[in-house]
């Protein structure tokens, strides 16, 4: 159990954080416009995530499947601002 609520508190955070940037970061005009809106949405994510995590069988599936979504969201923004998509 304990592993499990470590993968939503550390992962979990940073999925919620990779997410809430890629929704901020594609909305139309500039990313400041959503950054009030996407810091009130970043806290219910996170719980959301943490909650699903316990729906996990193991801690390591847990760990794995989240830090992999995380890696992606947190590797897609980097390849977006590489590529000056978004500024």
């Known amino acids: 159990m304990w592993g499990r609520a470590a993968a939503g508190a550390v992962?979990?955070?940073?999925?919620?954080?990779?997410?809430?940037?890629?929704?901020?970061?594609c909305l139309?005009?500039?990313w400041q416009a959503s950054l009030v809106g996407g810091l009130a949405a970043f806290f219910?994510?996170?719980?959301?995530?943490?909650?699903?995590?316990f729906l996990f069988r193991t801690a390591v599936a847990a760990w794995s499947w989240l830090s992999l979504a995380a890696a992606a969201a947190l590797g897609i923004l980097w390849l977006l601002q590489w590529q000056q998509w978004v500024l």
Do not use: K, M, Q
Request: glycine residues 18%; aromatic residues 18%; charged residues 0%.
């Open 11 to 25: 992962p979990g955070f940073f999925l919620a954080a990779g997410l809430v940037g890629l929704v901020c970061w």
């Open 44 to 53: 219910p994510l996170w719980v959301g995530v943490f909650c699903a995590t």
């Open 28 to 30: 139309p005009g500039p």
